[in-house]
Structure formats: C-alpha cells, structure tokens
C-alpha cells in the first residue's frame, strides 16, 4: 500500500486511512481509541490550515516481534508532508527504513533519547472513562494493583507475598495454586493477581478501584518497561510506584516513584502512607504532570511544535 497519495484533510480521513501490520482489526478496536481521536482532533485545532498541508498516518504494528509489515508505509520516495504516528510496537525498534522517507515519525515505547526525525510518542491510555479526582488523603484503598502473573511481575508477587525462594520459573508453573489475593500486603488495600491477559477486574470496576486509591503500582511490561497503566494511574491522580523506567523525556522528570527493586516496595509504601503532607504533594505533582504532558491537548501541542521546528 502506498501512502501520501492523498492529503489526509480531516480527523475522519486520518482514522478511515489507518494502516495495521500484522493481522485486521478496525480503528475503533484499537486500546488508544480515544486518546488518539481526540489528540488528532486537538492537533487540527491548534495547526488549523496547516493540517492539511501534512499526510498523517496511524500505524500500529501488531505483529511487533518481525520487521514484515512496515513495508506497507513506506512510500517509495521521500515525502516531505508524510507524518506517521507508529504505536502498538513495545519492541522499542527504530524504523530507519520509514524515517528515511517521511518528515516525521512520532514513535511509542522508544526506550533512548533519538536524534534526527523520529520522536517519542506517548502512550496515552485504554481506558476512556474519566471520573471525578479525589484528594489523595480521602480515598479509601491505600495500595492499588490488579493484572496478570507474568514473569514481568514475578518481581513485585515475591515482594507482596513473601515467596522469594520460589524459584521464577516454578512460581510461573504454580501460579494457579498460588494466593492470588494479597491486599492484606498492605492496610485498607485492594492488590490481586489473576491467571491470564483480561481475566481479572470488569474495565468499569478497574477505573473504580483507580480513582479510589491512593497508590497504584505499576509494574513494567511484558515486553517494554512502560504500560498504559502508568499513564492511566497519573490521570486518575494517584502516586504511581514503579521500577526504573527508561531514561527518556517523558520519565526523567515524571513524578513516579521509581524504584531500584521491588524489595524497596514495603518501606517506600509504608513511608508514603504516614506522610500526608508528601502524599498530597505527590498527588499534585502528578495531576499537573499529566496535564503538561501526557493530555490529547498537551501531546498536540507538542507535535505542533515538534513540526514548527522541522520546518
């Protein structure tokens, strides 16, 4: 498939025109869904007539783990009006084939600063459902985690649940036998493991629980370090507490508690948890971090100017 053929001159277009690699799938089932609809929509609105001067394309490479695929973006010149917005590949690969050939390629789950034309793009979130934000202090669930056993978060179950001499690839084996619910692991908190992807807590019931609490632990990804949870624990205004995250932008001044192991987690957590004053700051820190850079509007923003600079 060949792109820039036409200029892609409204919201509607760039999102009918979204290119998959790796197997079908619509635009709307796509976890980014909102956030992209919405952040392209905020990006018409601050380039107004300069929108229709760039070719934007939405590609998500599924198939992350084999180069096929992104040979359907690839024009077969350079097209200096060809934006691509690449996302769903947590391999952290650079496309230097498509960079070759495009102005411009915003790129999610980058795990080093980059040089030239490819910049990080932000992950955004799943989930679409914002609700009422809570003062810190006043949410009922002190400590917050629902997901998967996987061995990305093998790390942080033996820290909970006191099972370190288990050995990861038995704990894996076993993990079916093994306590699932561990929110006695901290006082008045909700923390569970489930077996498998989406097997776990209701979307609706998810966000309930995030926007209730007042830290959320997000452990790094099966693939890439970072995850949608993240950046939904930071809009919902709670303290994320995570493991080091990659030295980039976006994390290098985020106000995630990162940490160097999951052996820090009870006396960080403990600490957090009798510092009101620290928890509310925290808290307020977040808020406006999400607000400056990780929003529809405030990522609009930044790829306006990233393009004013490229010229």
């Known amino acids: 498939m060949l792109v820039g053929k036409e200029i892609y001159d409204n919201v509607d277009y760039v999102c009918r ?5 790796g197997r079908e799938y619509a635009f709307e089932e796509l976890h980014e869904y909102p956030y992209l609809t919405t952040f392209l ?3 018409q609105e601050i380039l107004a007539e300069r929108f229709n001067t760039y070719r934007f394309l939405i590609y998500s490479k599924v198939n992350q783990f084999s180069r096929a695929g992104d040979e359907d973006i690839i024009p077969p010149y350079y097209d200096p009006h060809l934006i691509v917005f690449y996302i769903s590949d947590e391999t952290g690969s650079i496309p230097e084939p498509l960079m070759a050939r495009c102005k411009a390629v915003f790129k999610v789950h ?8 490819l910049f990080y793009f932000p992950l955004g979130y799943a989930n679409g459902d914002e609700c009422d934000i809570q003062t810190v202090n006043n949410r009922a669930i002190n400590v917050f985690f629902s997901g998967a056993l996987n061995r990305s978060r093998v790390g ?4 909970l649940s006191g099972l370190d001499y288990i050995p990861e690839k038995l704990l894996l084996l076993t993990k079916r036998w093994l306590p699932a619910d561990l929110s006695g692991s901290f006082p008045n908190s909700n923390i569970l493991f489930t077996s498998g992807f989406a097997s ?6 998810y966000n309930n629980l995030l926007y209730s609490c007042k830290i959320a632990l997000a452990p790094h990804g099966f693939v890439n370090p970072e995850t949608f949870r993240h950046y939904e624990a930071m809009r919902a205004g709670c303290i994320v507490v995570s493991l080091e995250m990659p030295p980039i932008r976006m994390y290098k001044n985020a106000p995630i508690i990162q940490l160097e192991s999951w052996g820090q987690l009870d006396a960080r957590v403990t600490w957090l948890l009798k510092d009101k004053e620290r928890l509310e700051a925290l808290q307020t820190e977040t808020l406006m971090y999400w ?3 990780c929003t529809e509007e405030s990522t609009a ?3 306006a100017n990233t393009l004013a ?3």
Do not use: M, P, W
């Not at 025109?17 to 690699?21: D, M, P, W």
């Not at 942080?156 to 820290?159: D, F, G, I, R, S």
């Open 17 to 21: 025109n979204f290119i998959k690699g």
């Open 41 to 43: 929509r905020r990006l």
């Open 110 to 117: 980058l795990q080093h600063e980059t040089e030239g034309n």
């Open 156 to 159: 942080l179950y033996k820290a």
């Open 200 to 205: 776990g807590l209701t979307q609706s019931d």
């Open 291 to 293: 607000k400056d850079n």
């Open 301 to 303: 923003r930044y790829v």
């Open 309 to 311: 600079q490229l010229g």
